[in-house]
């Protein structure tokens, strides 16, 4: 394979994936509405097409359309990057999400072999790469805040800064566990390692179970992808919208892409990390795709998401400091703690 | 660094919109002290959480309230200056849009005060369809408060719920009256319509499954954590307190005190039923939650004991000069007709004099005075609406709390702008 068919392929890879993620991305908020609307006793969307399903291609279009309204006394280059700051590291997050296993080759004439794989790259720091990307998002957020010149967003952007510090750590420590035991940080490896069954599942496996773990990671991922009841950055009743407040049209729907994305892109990790990525539960049901099992997981973990935003109130900043430092950290550390020491002896 | 600044520098220039710019610092630099201030939030009239048009300038600092300056008038309609060019009949109409949410009882509250200044009394079966109403009204006021609390506080589904149980509420008043807001059911002298057999068959089923539906709620609300820890100990007020800055209602009995008017000078059939009035312990927002969730379930006993005990008879006094002729005698009969002409162009002319009548708002004490000079429209009409009396002590509760905290206040009041600012 010479070096241009190789870009081909890799521009073509990324393009799949972006085209998929964004796809995603939309109809999430259908699946989302929907979901709502089915446990609060309404219909969700219904008027867009049948059953409501062009909606989100409504509501693209409308963002499309809007004033793009930039506030006056506002830093106009930094409220213009703060978005694309916000969604970039989201999407490029996905780079070394695996969606499936092996590689598939087709020998072309002219050209020679040529090899899909079901991701971009496998980084051999996968998981440090997309802690390292997750911080960089919160800058999004706390330069919009910022660069509104709106004292609503200042308050989100800086309600913002403090929870992405405080449960970015308990996020990090709470895959510690497994790259205790995987004893690697990319995520390819880490889910080749969870073959043969749910019982070989990092969630569930010996020497010791992360079901802890993935319960702090899953608390954890709530709060960094800025949804109740840790939405305190765009707290609709108390900050109007927090961050977003003064932001219309594209710019408005890049923050809202980016948290969509983000909860993809959290669901993703919590789904190759803790619940064996696109391994079936049980050997015997290998016959499905790979790609069946990955989203089926994804979407669970998603559908918790909107399960939580149905049923709980919102924390306040406070409680949310106090539960994120005096709880979560010392139980994910504990855990790291119980982790290597069972690793330990497992090992020998 | 070696001439002083001139005096004026210090004080810092206005831009466009008032706001104060401190000149900088000449002293700042490696030995300056970092300088702290207090960010002025204006909350309001256009926020998401105020419910309606209510403003309140917070004194921050960091997100804890110093101060909370609420200003009201941003709903003024002149509601008791255009009274006193009505006539009594007509104001009826006006007191539906005081309270919006619970248009009911303002009806309720008016018709009572002109009846106690005319000094006639309604017959029985007016008196138990009143009671019946103004507590559905009260569950339908309380579903409304307790779903938008909900919803403020971040806990979406609950205010689905109860919109959904009101909805029924509403459908059994737009049966009875044609309205499903604004109804102007009660007249002088009686009510509007009779509760059909239909109505009451509706009302009963309603009540059949409505414990199961509060049951729901509180299985969302009631233990969980999070609303435990945002209601529990905000906006505590003592008893002392309470009675000093005039609470009345709800936010009152949260502090405990026993005061319903309700019990306390019983009118309408409320002495003729077994009900209770719950009462808290600490003044939070938790027991203020508590104590509506059981005026629910009292007022829907006294619901269905009324409905038990309901008399026959007339829904309305017949006495020339206060009400009006039936309308099918008006068609055949000469005087009635006459009649019918002469109140609806002179209306009722109450005796001189003036009365305060307080009826037991869903709110809290809904009070009217009139000053009547013996025409056929109040010299003066001035209504005491619990809502504003309560955002008197908004400042007392709110300071200390968090920016999170001034919306479950806001919401523990109960405040409707309409009848805030009248």
Same mark, same amino acid.
């Given at each position: 394979m010479n070096v241009v068919t190789q870009l081909v392929v890799i521009l073509g890879t990324i393009g799949v994936v972006m085209v998929t993620v964004l796809l995603h991305v939309a109809y999430l908020t259908y699946f989302e509405r929907k979901v709502l609307g089915w446990m609060q006793d309404r219909m969700g969307p219904m008027e867009v097409g049948y059953h409501g399903l062009l909606q989100p291609i409504a509501d693209g279009l409308k963002l499309f359309m809007k004033e793009d309204i930039i506030p006056s006394g506002a830093n106009k280059i930094i409220f213009s990057l703060a978005p694309i700051l916000s969604l970039i590291p989201a999407l490029i997050?996905?780079?070394?999400? #695996?969606?499936?296993?092996g590689q598939l080759t087709i020998p072309l004439p002219w050209i020679g072999d040529v090899t899909f794989r079901p991701f971009v790259t496998d980084l051999n720091i996968g998981i440090l790469y997309l802690l390292a990307l997750s911080s960089v998002g919160a800058y999004g957020i706390l330069l919009g805040g910022w660069a509104s010149n709106s004292k609503y967003s200042l308050l989100g952007g800086l309600r913002s800064a403090a929870q992405v510090i405080s449960y970015e750590l308990a996020l990090g420590m709470s895959l510690v566990g497994v790259l205790l035991l995987a004893g690697s940080l990319s995520l390819v490896k880490i889910a080749q390692a969870q073959a043969g069954g749910f019982w070989h599942w990092y969630a569930f496996?010996?020497?010791? #179970?992360?079901i802890v773990a993935l319960a702090l990671y899953g608390i954890a991922a709530v709060a960094e992808t800025n949804r109740l009841p840790f939405d305190l950055p765009e707290a609709e009743s108390e900050l109007v919208a927090g961050f977003f407040t003064e932001y219309s049209g594209m710019r408005f729907a890049f923050f809202f892409l980016a948290e969509y994305a983000n909860m993809i892109l959290v669901s993703c990790i919590a789904a190759i990390v803790f619940l064996g990525g696109w391994h079936a539960p049980f050997p015997f049901l290998d016959f499905v795709p790979g790609i069946v099992w990955f989203l089926l997981k994804v979407y669970v973990f998603l559908f918790f998401f909107y399960w939580i935003r149905a049923t709980l109130p919102r924390l306040r900043y406070d409680q949310l400091m106090t539960f994120g430092w005096k709880v979560m950290i010392p139980l994910v550390l504990a855990n790291i703690l119980v982790t290597s020491v069972a690793a330990y002896f497992w090992m020998n | 660094m070696n001439e002083t600044p001139p005096p004026t520098a210090a004080k810092g220039s206005h831009d466009e919109f008032g706001m104060i710019h401190p000149a900088p610092d000449p002293n700042e630099g490696d030995a300056a002290v970092l300088r702290t201030e207090e960010l002025l939030l204006n909350m309001g009239p256009q926020h998401p959480s105020t419910h309606g048009v209510l403003r309140v300038v917070l004194d921050l600092e960091g997100e804890r309230i110093l101060k909370a300056t609420p200003h009201l008038g941003y709903l003024h309609r002149g509601t008791e200056k255009l009274a006193e060019g009505k006539t009594y009949q007509q104001i009826v109409t006006l007191t539906d849009r005081l309270d919006y949410v619970c248009a009911m009882t303002n009806n309720f509250a008016y018709v009572r005060a002109v009846e106690k200044l005319l000094g006639v009394t309604v017959p029985p079966r007016a008196e138990y369809i009143r009671t019946i109403v103004a507590e559905m009204q009260r569950i339908s006021g309380h579903l409304f408060w307790l779903g938008t609390q909900a919803l403020d506080i971040g806990a979406m589904t609950v205010f689905f719920y109860t919109f959904r149980e009101r909805e029924v509420l509403i459908g059994l008043f737009e049966k009875l009256c044609g309205a499903r807001l604004t109804y102007s059911y009660y007249t002088i002298g009686g009510v509007g319509n009779d509760l059909t057999p239909e109505i009451i068959a509706a009302l009963r089923a309603f009540l059949k499954t409505f414990p199961e539906k509060i049951a729901e709620y509180n299985t969302l609300l009631e233990t969980n954590r999070i609303w435990l820890a945002r209601t529990k100990n905000v906006a505590v007020i003592s008893a002392e307190d309470a009675v000093a800055y005039s609470l009345t209602g709800p936010t009152l009995r949260g502090s405990g005190v026993n005061y319903d008017i309700r019990k306390a000078e019983p009118y309408a059939a409320y002495a003729d039923v077994e009900w209770e009035v719950p009462l808290g312990k600490n003044g939070d927002t938790y027991d203020r939650y508590f104590i509506r969730v059981e005026e629910i379930r009292q007022s829907a006993r006294i619901v269905s004991q009324c409905l038990d005990k309901l008399p026959d008879g007339p829904i309305s006094i017949d006495v020339p000069g206060i009400t009006y002729p039936s309308k099918d005698r008006v068609m055949v009969d000469m005087e009635s007709l006459i009649h019918h002409f002469k109140m609806a162009c002179e209306g009722i002319k109450p005796p001189k004099g003036e009365i305060y009548c307080a009826t037991e708002a869903p709110k809290g004490e809904l009070g009217f005075y009139i000053n009547s000079d013996?025409?056929?429209?109040?010299y003066r009409l001035k209504i005491r609406s619990p809502s504003f009396v309560h955002l008197g002590a908004f400042d007392h509760m709110a300071r200390g709390y968090l920016i999170a905290d001034i919306v479950t206040i806001f919401g523990t009041y109960d405040v409707v702008m309409g009848e805030c600012d009248r």
């Open positions: 997050g996905f780079a070394v999400i #695996p969606w499936g296993d496996a010996l020497p010791f #179970p992360q | 013996g025409g056929n429209h109040p």
